[in-house]
């Protein structure tokens, strides 16, 4: 896993701009602590940091042939069937790096190989001959690529920082930024970067810059067939499928640990990992958890979260034979970390749900480099409770969608953002998206929108946060149940079929079966956890009436100080602002967090 940096200009000679580069690329050494480098023209800059995971000598980057420069992040699990197939093509490798397969593959197939490549991944193409820059994304948006587009080129980055570092862009905040900032969560407008001017390159796109300007073009989408299969061969597909992708995720020339919090999402990952592990010969699955300081004693079920997770967890890892870690994280280290997440994003977090993440994957990466995650089964298989709950998919938004901050605002920030108004725009859009199957009945219609909306607008929610927080640690994190190959499969499995056995995902809990103990294999769905301290909330209480105190802070801009501090009196939770609560803490944490990150980014409002 890496990071990449670029500033391409077709009209302006860059020859003397090379500080500029190292600037933006510096600002990925995170996300690539073990190396680095930069290829200079007259009128392109690329950069890139790299995170050495396969083919440690070889796939040095950026990596050049004649005319054309590839800076890349990510993994492609398919590259040794690529390229043996390129071989036959006549191409000749020097090194062992899915680097130089992708390089090869774009200079034989051109845009198209994107279509053939199994993996996450972000990348750029300079091709100075065709004066152009393209950069593309994976279907589902795993790694992260955002660009500005300037009056004769472009920057481009992984991260925003590395946009941000260019001296001729600035941190700027508009209307459209303004509703996209308060968007609840996985709701935002894809491809908006909430920065005026910067956006993201959307999953399963390219985006192709030349002198005349920059246009996209999808290359890949769902898409809405019958499925033909009965229920045990599709749940065979499923089970093979689910091997396939695990063995494909395990290569690597580094240690490989797994995520388990003893659900069935990340046990089940685990199971195949450890049994794959095994038959090669390549010892025991290292595996870990996140837990709190009296977790079992303070944990209260809700619909989220009906159970607490450590127990499950030390099940499962006996079950499967792990060498099992829990990371255990107090309020004083939740409290010093807490301003970690914002800078990762380079946007405002919300609490302890970014800050016991990054803690856990910044103590996971002490032992491995790369680590298996569970993201995107309950996207695909149909897990959370809005997927089950007639209300809920009754309503005629995103069903996670159940609040606003619109009376927080200002009146004129209010007035000029229109938040709710955008936010019916963009359930509106998303809607006009789905891919429709002739003759579902309506119920079975409106599911299948409610996971298209799950996998193409929460979905990227998660795996943002995903990225960012185990990529400050230099940490690779791996999401099999992204693989393009079960998505497309499941998404035409009739819901009858996906909740079989009368339980969320019963078509999952069918197909690894015979790898689980019953109480993990049985276990509902639970989110993942939050800090029950009440140190922590005693923390965030005292940031938030100091804020308060403080009619003059940055963030008083946007919201208004006399709405907000009469909804904190009646309700410190906030209740119904950030729609879905993740954690009973997460409104007031995210409002601390956006008054930091206005002052310490020095955002300008426009």
């Not at 998505?487 to 069918?510: C, F, M, S």
Request: net charge negative; aromatic share 8%.
């Amino acid at each position: 896993m890496c990071g990449i940096a670029g500033w391409v200009d077709f009209d302006r000679d860059l020859s003397t701009e090379r500080a500029v580069i190292e600037a933006m690329t510096a600002t990925m050494a995170c996300r690539g602590p073990d190396a680095g480098g930069i290829w200079q023209s007259p009128h392109a800059l690329i950069g890139h940091r790299r995170l050495a995971v396969v083919d440690i000598p070889g796939g040095v980057q950026p990596m050049t042939d004649d005319a054309v420069v590839l800076t890349f992040s990510g993994e492609i699990y398919n590259f040794r069937e690529l390229r043996r197939e390129l071989t036959g093509f006549g191409h000749v490798f020097r090194t062992n790096s899915d680097t130089e397969v992708l390089l090869r593959s774009w200079l034989h197939w051109g845009s198209d190989c994107v279509t053939r490549l199994n993996g996450m991944f972000a990348f750029a193409i300079y091709d100075a001959g065709r004066r152009e820059v393209v950069l593309a994304r994976d279907r589902f948006g795993i790694k992260p690529l955002c660009y500005a587009v300037t009056a004769s080129g472009v920057l481009f980055g992984s991260e925003p920082k590395a946009v941000l570092a260019h001296p001729e862009f600035g941190a700027e905040l508009d209307a459209d930024g303004i509703a996209e900032l308060f968007a609840q969560f996985g709701t935002r407008t894809p491809g908006h970067g909430i920065y005026r001017g910067l956006r993201e390159v959307r999953p399963g796109q390219l985006v192709t810059v030349t002198a005349s300007g920059a246009r996209s073009r999808a290359y890949w989408r769902l898409a809405a067939r019958p499925h033909a299969d009965d229920v045990a061969t599709t749940v065979a597909t499923v089970r093979d499928l689910l091997a396939d992708i695990v063995d494909r995720q395990l290569v690597a020339d580094v240690p490989v640990a797994a995520l388990l919090s003893g659900g069935l999402d990340s046990s089940a990952l685990a199971a195949l990992a450890a049994g794959s592990l095994r038959r090669d010969g390549r010892g025991t699955l290292a595996s870990f958890s996140v837990d709190f300081p009296g977790s079992e004693r303070d944990f209260r079920p809700d619909l989220l979260r009906p159970s607490h997770d450590e127990p499950f967890a030390r099940q499962a890892a006996a079950h499967l034979g792990t060498a099992h870690r829990t990371i255990v994280l107090d309020a004083a280290e939740l409290v010093a970390a807490q301003r970690v997440p914002m800078r990762a994003h380079d946007l405002p977090a919300a609490g302890d749900i970014y800050t016991s993440m990054y803690l856990l994957f910044r103590g996971l990466r002490e032992h491995s480099t790369v680590a298996l995650s569970g993201e995107s089964a309950d996207e695909v298989f149909g897990g959370y409770p809005w997927y089950h709950n007639d209300r809920l998919l009754a309503l005629p938004t995103f069903p996670w969608d159940t609040g606003s901050w619109a009376g927080l605002l200002r009146p004129e920030v209010a007035e000029a953002a229109r938040i709710d108004e955008r936010a019916a725009a963009r359930y509106s859009d998303a809607q006009a998206e789905v891919p429709r199957l002739d003759g579902e009945d309506p119920r079975q219609a409106r599911i299948r929108e409610v996971l298209y909306h799950g996998l193409t607008r929460w979905l990227p929610f998660l795996l943002d946060r995903k990225d960012r927080l185990s990529m400050v640690v230099g940490l690779e994190v791996r999401v099999p149940f992204c693989d393009h190959r079960l998505a497309e499969y499941v998404w035409n499995v009739p819901w009858e079929i996906k909740q079989i056995d009368g339980i969320e995902k019963g078509l999952l809990r069918r197909a690894v079966a015979d790898l689980l103990p019953e109480p993990v294999l049985r276990r509902p769905k639970s989110i993942y956890p939050t800090s029950a301290d009440p140190a922590y909330a005693t923390a965030v209480h005292a940031q938030m009436r100091s804020l308060l105190a403080d009619p003059g802070a940055p963030l008083f801009q946007l919201i208004d100080h006399g709405a907000l501090s009469e909804a904190y009196a009646a309700d410190p939770s906030l209740p119904g602002r950030a729609g879905v609560q993740p954690s009973p803490l997460a409104s007031a944490a995210f409002l601390i967090d956006v008054n930091l990150w206005l002052a310490e980014y020095r955002v300008r409002l426009v």
